[in-house]
Structure formats: structure tokens, C-alpha cells
Antibody, heavy 121, light 108 residues
Framework: QVQLQESGPGLVKPSETLSLTCTVSGGSISGYYWSWIRQSPGKGLEWIGHISYRGSANYNPSLKSRITISGDTSKNQFSLQLSSVTAADTAVYYC???????????????WGQGTQVTVSS | EIVLTQSPGTLSLSPGERATLSCRASPSISSSYLAWYQQKPGQAPRLLIYGASSRATGIPDRFSGSGSGTEFTLTISRLEPEDFAVFYCQQYDSSPGTFGQGTKVEIK
């Protein structure tokens, strides 16, 4: 059974960089696409971006200038960096796996439990 | 980007009743690239339906999806106590993938 686990600071100061890591167990990150998704009361569920098993990334245009998603196959992990954060970036952040036989635009069949990130001084 | 509008916002039903949830896409989705998720408090969304009508692994057959173009429907044939939750639709026809705002199915 594939399991995903997000990790990282729960509190980030305004203007700083949010950094999260998703560790995948029970399966390899190779052969799949992986996404970051966030959920806030004001904006609902929002796709942030994805990384492919080849290491190429695609980002939501609304966040593109501030996002970097990278992968580490040796650790079976992928990571999110979101720069210049503001209070509007406060949300629960999820990592998720794309469905099989599915490319960058896809549904999500496995999700992490989510991690609350609050932006505040 | 494609905007998904779900209705109703809240559905109040009793166990055993039928639930019908709507998801409207604007502009239309050219394929059947629509998914449905269930989310309970404090949990991540769980995939129910993909490809508009295919049930995900382990999902009971009381959940069914239908529709195409601009109108999609999730039907729960007979509500079980564990089904009460918030349901979201998601389109993956074009990037960026987008989600609806959710329909809450609550116990009447």
C-alpha cells in the first residue's frame, strides 16, 4: 500500500520560503507523476504543481513565479519550495500521486494526510 | 482555466436515501477527465470516481458517476452512515487542474 507523508515547518514568517518534503513508502516514485495541492477555507482545493518521474515540473500559473518542485529518487521523496509567502499562503498542504496510465493532467489516487502551514510573524 | 460549480452547497438527507450531486464545468470538458472525491473532517480527500464514471479501487458500487461536457453527476444510491462528508469534483482535462467548491452531505 502506497503511503505519502508530508513534513516541514508548521509556521513560516511572511516573505520567507515555505519548504515541504513528501516521503513516499510502499512504492517507488519512479514511473509516476506527483503533485502538491493545498486547501484553505478561502480558496478551497488548489493544485500547486507536479513533478514527473523524469524530473520535469509543471506549475500552476497563479503561483509559478514562486514555486520550485524537485524530486530525489534515491530518497523516494519530492519537495516543494514556495517563496515570498504571505498570509494568503496559509493552508493545509497535501502531496498526492497521479493515477496510473495518467500524465501531468490527472486525478489523484493517493494522498498524504496533509500538513498545516501558517504564515505569521 | 476551467471553473467547476457544484450544487447544492449542502444536501440534508437520511441514511438509506439517494444523494444526487451536481458539478457544472465552464467552459466544457472535452473529454471525460473528471474525478470525484470524498473528504471527512481532518482527513485528506479520497478518490471515488475518475474518468467521470469509473470507480476507484475499493469504492462501493453505491457510488456512481455520470455526465459529459458541462454537466456531471455523482450519485450515492443508498446513503450509509459513513458516507456523510464533503464531496469535490475535479477536472483534469486542461491545465491547471481545478476543483469545485464542494457539496456537503449532512445527516437530516
Amino acid at each position: 500500500q502506497v503511503q505519502l507523508q508530508e513534513s516541514g515547518p508548521g509556521l513560516v514568517k511572511p516573505s520567507e520560503t515555505l519548504s515541504l518534503t513528501c516521503t513516499v513508502s510502499g512504492g517507488s516514485i519512479s514511473g509516476y507523476y506527483w503533485s502538491w495541492i493545498r486547501q484553505s477555507p478561502g480558496k478551497g482545493l488548489e493544485w500547486i504543481g507536479h513533478i514527473s518521474y523524469r524530473g520535469s515540473a509543471n506549475y500552476n500559473p497563479s503561483l509559478k513565479s514562486r514555486i520550485t518542485i524537485s524530486g530525489d529518487t534515491s530518497k523516494n521523496q519530492f519537495s516543494l519550495q514556495l517563496s515570498s509567502v504571505t498570509a494568503a499562503d496559509t493552508a493545509v498542504y497535501y502531496c498526492a500521486r497521479h493515477g496510473h496510465f495518467c500524465g501531468g493532467d490527472c486525478y489523484f489516487d493517493y494522498w498524504g494526510q496533509g500538513t498545516q502551514v501558517t504564515v505569521s510573524s | 482555466e476551467i471553473v467547476l460549480t457544484q450544487s447544492p452547497g449542502t444536501l440534508s438527507l437520511s441514511p438509506g436515501e439517494r444523494a444526487t450531486l451536481s458539478c457544472r464545468a465552464s467552459p466544457s470538458i472535452s473529454s471525460s477527465y473528471l474525478a470525484w472525491y470524498q473528504q471527512k473532517p481532518g482527513q485528506a480527500p479520497r478518490l471515488l470516481i475518475y474518468g467521470a464514471s469509473s470507480r476507484a479501487t475499493g469504492i462501493p458500487d453505491r457510488f456512481s458517476g455520470s455526465g459529459s461536457g458541462t454537466e456531471f453527476t455523482l450519485t450515492i444510491s443508498r446513503l450509509e452512515p459513513e458516507d456523510f462528508a464533503v464531496f469535490y469534483c475535479q477536472q483534469y482535462d486542461s491545465s491547471p487542474g481545478t476543483f469545485g467548491q464542494g457539496t456537503k452531505v449532512e445527516i437530516k
